[in-house]
């Protein structure tokens, strides 16, 4: 397609159990990001990708957060024993990596933690 | 590390009147400054942009937003809204320099209703 795509739009999950977030950059776009809109907190940065390899991965809240990225398309975010604090809406961006880049993003996943 | 403050939650304005959407932003080092409109049911798309250079910028559908160093800002003007304007503003810095180049860290947005 020809923007971010990100999948499921909306999940909802029990406390304790894991969930899997997929997002679809732009075709030639090497550099992904996701973000995480929070009610109330605005977009807080989680982790980048260039390629396959993720460099700062700084944003993560804690070690049940995890993502990939493989064949330098395709990302997955894992969140292992959801929370109710992990409730958000999960954002997927991409980009081509040049200084003022701009960010296209996908519409996000909505998780609820129940 | 950074910050970025948007001082209105939500500004009302009434259609082609003038609005001004504020932002502050604190950082040890230089930054890039970003305005990104989430219109309804919509992603988040790029609005406006400054790197270097003139320290006014603008977009193409009339907003404008400039640079005040001194007073660590970047506020978002358009001087005549239209009602298609009714969006979530959110203004955003990053870091000169290093290689996450697009690590933004973002303020809390800003709701613009434009009503008839």
């Known amino acids: 397609g020809a923007g971010v795509s990100q999948s499921p739009s909306n999940k909802v999950t029990e406390k304790g159990k894991d969930v899997e977030l997929r997002c679809d950059p732009i075709?030639?776009?090497?550099?992904l990001y996701w973000y995480r809109q929070s009610l109330g907190q605005g977009l807080e940065f989680l982790i980048y990708?260039?390629?396959?390899?993720?460099?700062?991965k700084s944003g993560l809240p804690s070690d049940r957060f995890s993502a990939e990225r493989t064949g330098g398309s395709v990302s997955t975010l894992t969140i292992q024993r959801t929370q109710q604090e992990d409730s958000a809406v999960y954002l997927c961006?991409?980009?081509?990596?040049?200084?003022?880049?701009?960010?296209?993003f996908g519409s996000g996943t909505q998780l609820s933690v129940l | 590390a950074q910050s970025v403050t948007q001082l209105d939650s939500q500004v009302p304005v009434f259609e082609e009147a003038p609005v001004e959407l504020r932002c502050n932003y604190s950082?040890?080092?230089?930054?890039?400054l970003f305005w990104y409109v989430q219109y309804p049911n919509q992603g988040l798309q790029l609005l406006l942009k400054?790197?270097?250079?003139?320290?006014l910028v603008e977009s193409i559908n009339g907003f404008e937003a400039e640079f005040n160093k001194s007073q660590t800002s970047f506020h978002l003007r358009k001087p005549s809204v239209h009602i298609s304007d009714t969006a979530e503003y959110f203004c955003?810095?990053?870091?000169?320099?290093?290689?996450?180049?697009?690590?933004?860290?973002f303020g809390q947005g800003t709701i613009l209703t434009v009503h008839p």
């Open positions: 961006a991409s980009s081509l990596p040049e200084v003022g880049e701009k960010l296209f």
């Open positions: 075709s030639g776009h090497t550099a």
């Open positions: 990708f260039q390629g396959n390899s993720a460099p700062d």
């Open positions: 950082s040890s080092v230089s930054v890039y």
């Open positions: 400054y790197l270097s250079g003139s320290t």
């Open positions: 955003a810095v990053r870091s000169r320099g290093g290689t996450s180049y697009g690590k933004l860290t």
